[in-house]
DNA sequence: TGTTGGCACTCAATGCTCAGAAGTGCCAGG
DNA sequence: CCTGGCACTTCTGAGCATTGAGTGCCAACA
């Protein structure tokens, strides 16, 4: 790709902008009054470059320009100037992530709300991956004939429960019991561990003697069963709506279709997890997830030394990136320390 | 109200039947042909007399007829003939219901998706109040400096968990002291008494001497804060989309803001809780909650002796109650029976 | 008396044309 | 190299006639 001169570079910014606040095309006349000190004809020759590299296109011969997609990827990769949090911003940010969770409710949840409410755009968490996660503690509490609650605990901190089945009816006390044992054998190991050695027990002689840790291992080996899927909390699609390419309500249907479906979406969000820092994915490469003309911006937080989970938001392309990309970066930031 | 014919009913089921359909006025043309052995001229006079009586109206004087909330109010509450559930149908939606448990997931969640699942709507249900619920167990787990997570299994059976501050720092150890105490004072009441015990203990003696039962009193105190609000869950509000008549934009941002805000959703969903059996509100009734063109169907559901929470659908007015009515029904039995 | 066919009428939707606005490309002059 | 001017393209919206679905009413008929 050709370096840009100073000029293309200050129109091509000028027309990302005008087109981020008004979703329009942009033609000459309006960057020449409102951005630069350059004729309309002048503009309209840097603009007819621009298009000839491939930074801009128009929908129709006489309608302004449009930044294409690879006018976005470069803008972000460095033509942007980031706009960074000030210390009052980050306060505002911390406070309200704090007193969210003295709200006491799903901390992913909550996490997605604070994103979508910063960036104006639909936030996104992945709850970090439970293979690592370290358990601390499972309770067993009976829920009626023949089912049992089996409580997970993590070190994340997270809790997971889910009902499992018991061939037997045991009594709470000898639920406790069963508690009991289960937390001996495998607390501070990580879910992995937890089924490995789960495995191992029943095969072995203890189990094959003592009833009661046999049922134990069996509920315990069920109600770990799955756990480690992750889990994508979509906050707020609402708010794509406020974007006027989305009137078009076929883009819509499918837009929440794919917010619905959640699985393609937490493949894309998956795939941040390998790298540092803040990513973004554009436009076309959304399009096989459902949605097309969306920008997905996302980074990983960490719980320990590496990173299981990832964040971010999904807006149009014509986003205001230097805004969103800092507001995204600071709530990882902020989550991840949260978690450690 | 006056009386209506057999031939008025028929047609007006006629009508109630076409538009349920396909969404547009009908004609007089239509029902002559596709329902009615009588030449449209006939049909004309008919439709003259229930517009007449406030169940028909027209969009503009060259369209069909389009039926009335009156209409509607009167086909649910005694024209319409329910289509009950083949045991078949039954079977379908227990195994589905049952599959989903063993799943082990919210239960809640989960039951709404089966709600928009069988009922092609806009699944809701309410989350028991947990008022009533008896205590079953309280888990203090360490979460960090400073913070610990109290998870709160009742005997709905539910799982509340959410992160508190404590000025000390207790150890694991402490904790599972702490826990074991506050399970002996407090289990087996229920979270309304739980309070009022916490309060009790507080001020009593033995706290002002045993510094960590003070502790762990405090603890149990801000755990169970707020934890007795209800919860709404609302499932694939994007079915909403596939309905015609909310192509309009407008329109669907506020069904979109409605179904996010949930409060004035959930006041609805609890007055619900009154009344035995399915109910519906059409129309007009819940426009307040940005939901015009709406309906609600909804019904209780027990646990224990007690109604605590509610389920239902929400859909176009233009809905087919008469299979619908009896999916609710049939779910709210379902969760009803699964809770006892 | 209830039913039906016929007819005039209404009104939304559709398609057409046309003028105006916005924007471009290109050229010639500064 | 920049700029004003001009011809050209395309979209947009208003205005207008046409079409079709549907009605109301009336007179005739069983």
Redesign the pocket.
């Given at each position: 790709m050709e370096r840009l001169t100073e000029?293309q570079k200050r129109v091509l910014e000028s027309v990302i902008s005008e087109y981020t606040r008004c979703a329009?095309?942009?033609?000459?006349?309006?960057l020449s009054r409102n951005y630069l000190?350059?004729?309309?004809?002048?503009?309209?020759?840097?603009?007819?470059d621009l298009?000839e590299m491939g930074l801009l296109s128009?929908?129709?011969?006489?309608?302004?320009?449009v930044p294409t997609e690879r006018a976005y990827r470069m803008y972000i990769d460095g033509l942007m100037e980031l706009h960074p949090l000030t210390p009052r911003e980050q306060d505002r940010i911390r406070a309200d992530f704090e007193s969210r969770l003295q709200d006491g409710r799903d901390l992913m949840k909550r996490t997605s709300h604070l994103l979508s409410f910063f960036s104006n755009q639909v936030g996104l968490v992945v709850a970090p991956r439970q293979d690592e996660a370290g358990l601390k503690r499972v309770e067993l509490v009976r829920a009626g004939k023949g089912r049992v609650m089996a409580v997970i605990i993590s070190d994340r901190p997270l809790v997971h429960h889910r009902i499992v089945e018991s061939e037997t009816d045991p009594s709470q006390a000898e639920l406790d019991q069963m508690s009991r044992a289960l937390n001996e054998i495998l607390s501070g190991l990580n879910l992995r561990q937890v089924r490995a050695r789960i495995e191992e027990e029943i095969g072995g002689d203890k189990a094959a003697y003592d009833r009661m840790l046999a049922a134990a291992l069996r509920l315990g080996r069920d109600a770990i069963a799955g756990i480690a899927e992750s889990d994508l909390y979509v906050e707020e699609p609402a708010r794509i709506l406020d974007q006027p390419e989305f009137l078009d309500v076929e883009r819509m249907k499918s837009l929440f279709r794919a917010f619905e479906e959640k699985s393609r979406i937490l493949r894309l969000l998956d795939a941040m997890i390998e790298a540092e820092g803040v990513r973004v994915v554009i436009g076309s490469a959304l399009e096989s997830a459902g949605m097309r003309g969306c920008s997905l911006i996302a980074a990983r937080y960490m719980t320990g030394p590496r990173a299981t989970g990832s964040l971010g938001v999904i807006g149009p392309t014509r986003m205001n990136y230097a805004q969103v990309i800092p507001v995204v970066d600071y709530v990882a930031r902020l989550v991840s320390e949260y978690l450690n």
């Open positions: 000029r329009e095309p942009v033609g000459s006349r309006t000190r350059l004729s309309p004809a002048t503009v309209r020759n840097v603009l007819a298009e128009q929908p129709h011969t006489s309608a302004g320009r």
